[in-house]
């Protein structure tokens, strides 16, 4: 299993930016990809950002493209994603992801807690 702890939300001002941390712990090796997903107004999550480990692969939400940038430190078993220009719409609880499978067997996402970004204009 995968544990998922973030860290870096708050408050910020429109323009700003923001930086955060997920630390992963557990059976690392089994991560196929990592992602951040936030969540607004309903119960939906949207996918912002998302690195796969084998190549590194990363997509974004058109919304955040050019602002915002996910990348992994695999020696601190660490996510980031640096939010830059940040508007207020980007305000949102911030929720890490993990895709782990182990060989062939079922796919299993984990969850960190989230962490609430709130952008003011």
């Known amino acids: 299993q995968v544990q998922l702890v973030e860290s870096g939300g708050g408050l910020v001002q429109a323009g700003g930016s923001l930086r955060l941390s997920c630390a992963a712990s557990?059976?690392?090796?089994?991560?196929?990809?990592m992602g951040w997903y936030r969540q607004s107004l309903g119960p939906q999550r949207e996918l912002v950002a998302r690195i796969t480990r084998r190549g590194s692969t990363t997509n974004y939400a058109d919304s955040v493209k050019g602002r915002f940038t996910i990348s992994r430190d695999d020696a601190k078993n660490t996510l980031y994603l640096q939010m830059n220009s940040l508007k207020p719409e980007d305000t949102a609880v911030y929720y890490c992801?993990?895709?782990?499978?182990?060989?062939?067997?079922?796919?299993?996402?984990?969850w960190g807690q989230g962490t609430q970004v709130t952008v003011s204009s």
């Open positions: 992801n993990a895709e782990s499978q182990f060989g062939s067997s079922r796919p299993l996402d984990y």
């Open positions: 557990g059976t690392i090796f089994s991560i196929n990809a």
